[in-house]
């Protein structure tokens, strides 16, 4: 018994990543995606405040990059919905245009043995983002807990064609932010297929009780420029009830 657990233990240890797509969330990536919020870091799967992740974090990668051009998707793959606990997704960042930087930056991550070299990403020539970061803001629905998972893309090789894929699939017709945003799909339609080099995600959590804002006003998820308003993450048709519901906090 006390044998199989520590191997068990062993085994663990050694899969141990910092950083990687959740379980079942397409395109994967097992290469460590570094995102870091001021301070706080934000790997594989750790629970993070939502005070924490109001701005935009940095992100980098412990190997250097060889490409000229990247983007970062942030995507929220756990949006309620009114038939739970189905659930959604919603696109919350597509910043194109990053640059890997060539020297590397040593950051200390809590847990760590030894800091860490990390080559962030820079927006060196000022691109604007496609979707501007919203920060995460689960409401008090089913789930509680959200996965914000992040992708990095390698675009050098995109073609305009390609490019203008991308923000039609960030910017719905007519408005809106971009739920049910399915990268697979998208990153196909824009030929960047096979082209995601690293992942990541984080947990964010409502501390609940489920429906503790039922009776207030409703979510703003069709503002798109960079602040969410009331409830945050819940798709449209999910507040449809209940006239005034109130804000989320
Ligand atoms: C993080 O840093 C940015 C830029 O310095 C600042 O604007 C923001 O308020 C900080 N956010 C938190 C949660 O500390
Ligand atoms: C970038 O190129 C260097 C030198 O050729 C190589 O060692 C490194 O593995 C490459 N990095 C990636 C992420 O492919
Ligand atoms: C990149 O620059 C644009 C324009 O200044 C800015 O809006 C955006 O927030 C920047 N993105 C990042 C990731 O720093
Ligand atoms: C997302 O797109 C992929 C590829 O086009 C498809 O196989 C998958 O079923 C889609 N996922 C959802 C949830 O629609
Ligand atoms: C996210 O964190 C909450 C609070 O710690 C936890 O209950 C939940 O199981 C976590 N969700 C995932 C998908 O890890
Ligand atoms: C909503 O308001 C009603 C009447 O004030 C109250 O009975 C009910 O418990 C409230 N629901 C929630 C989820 O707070
Ligand atoms: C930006 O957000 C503010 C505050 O919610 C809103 O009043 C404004 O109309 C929004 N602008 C655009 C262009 O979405």
Not at 191 to 214: D, E, R, W
Not at 221 to 229: A, C, L, Q, S
């Amino acid at each position: 018994m006390i044998f199989s657990k520590s191997l068990a233990v062993l085994a663990t240890a050694a899969s141990l990543s910092l950083a990687a797509t959740p379980d079942g969330f397409e395109p994967a990536s097992e290469v460590d995606l570094i995102v870091i919020y001021n301070s706080t870091t934000a790997l594989n799967g750790a629970v993070v405040p939502r005070t924490a992740t109001t701005s935009q974090p940095r992100i980098g990668t412990t190997s250097r990059l060889n490409g000229t051009s990247y983007a970062i998707l942030m995507i929220d793959i756990d949006i309620p919905t009114n038939t739970p606990p189905a659930t959604n997704t919603l696109l919350h960042w597509l910043q194109t245009g990053l640059t890997p930087s060539r020297t590397s930056t040593t950051i200390t991550i809590p847990g760590a043995s030894s800091p860490l070299s990390i080559f962030l990403l820079q927006n060196g020539s000022s691109t604007t983002p496609i979707t501007p970061y919203f920060g995460p803001n689960p409401p008090a629905r089913i789930p509680l807990s959200h996965r914000y998972t992040q992708i990095l893309v390698d675009t050098s090789a995109a073609t305009a064609q390609g490019m203008r894929a991308l923000e039609q699939a960030a910017r719905p017709a007519g408005g809106g932010v971009a739920i049910g945003f399915n990268a697979s799909a998208v990153l196909s339609q824009a030929g960047l297929s096979g082209k995601v080099v690293a992942g990541n995600f984080f947990n964010v959590t409502n501390p609940g009780p489920v429906g503790a804002a039922a009776n207030g006003t409703n979510t703003n998820v069709n503002n798109r420029n960079g602040t969410v308003n009331g409830g945050g993450d819940e798709t449209s048709t999910g507040c449809k009830q209940g006239s005034e519901q109130s804000k989320v906090k």
